[in-house]
């Protein structure tokens, strides 16, 4: 089984790094490989709203020039996906908000790729807005239909300094519960694979409020 997380800050080995690396170190303790994807320093422009994602259905954005159409195969290919940001303005960092956006769009109108793929999300932040953020991080897991763990408190951890929230003593609880809680549900669902039958996807249904 592999996991891919995504690191949705500009530093490659900020605070948001250090949170997604204790995730994944249980993991690996579990026998679990991870990979750890760098794209909060990427230039990832957000979606054009063209519909050609939807109308070709070939699980790729018609934007190329970056790496959003590489992640989609290896959230495809993964068993597990990890999603990390730091807080902007209460919010998760832009270039991950627009590859997010674009990424789950695609996976989306192409037979729902990322469902009952098991899914978590983690924040780093200084002081405030890591709830919103976190909350921002999984309306994306919950769309999707994938399967997300929960740790002893919300998947928030605090520092400002590069590698300052080695220092928080609660929040490397919190991320450590999380890696160990969620290597036990991709081994739950592996071990279902060919036991237990999942609920057949329907169509989505879409419609709006206005007569």
Known sequence: MKLVAFNGSPNATGNTWHALKMVTDELEKEGIATEIVHVGNKAVRGCLACGQCFKMRNERCIQTDDPVNECIQLMKAADGILLGSPVHFAAV????????????????????????????????????????????????????????????????IHGML???????????????TLGKNMAWLMRMVEHGKGTIIPPARESKVRMNFIR
């Open 162 to 176: 590069p590698g300052e929230v080695t220092k928080d003593e609660e929040g490397i609880q919190i991320m450590r």
């Open 93 to 156: 960092a832009g270039t991950m908000q627009s590859f997010l956006d674009r990424v789950f769009y695609v996976t989306g109108c192409n037979g729902s790729m990322l469902r009952h793929k098991v899914g978590a999300a983690v924040i780093a932040v200084r002081r405030s807005g890591g709830l919103p953020a976190f909350n921002q991080l999984n309306n994306f897991l919950c769309y999707a239909e994938m399967l997300i763990p929960g740790s002893n408190y919300w998947n928030v």
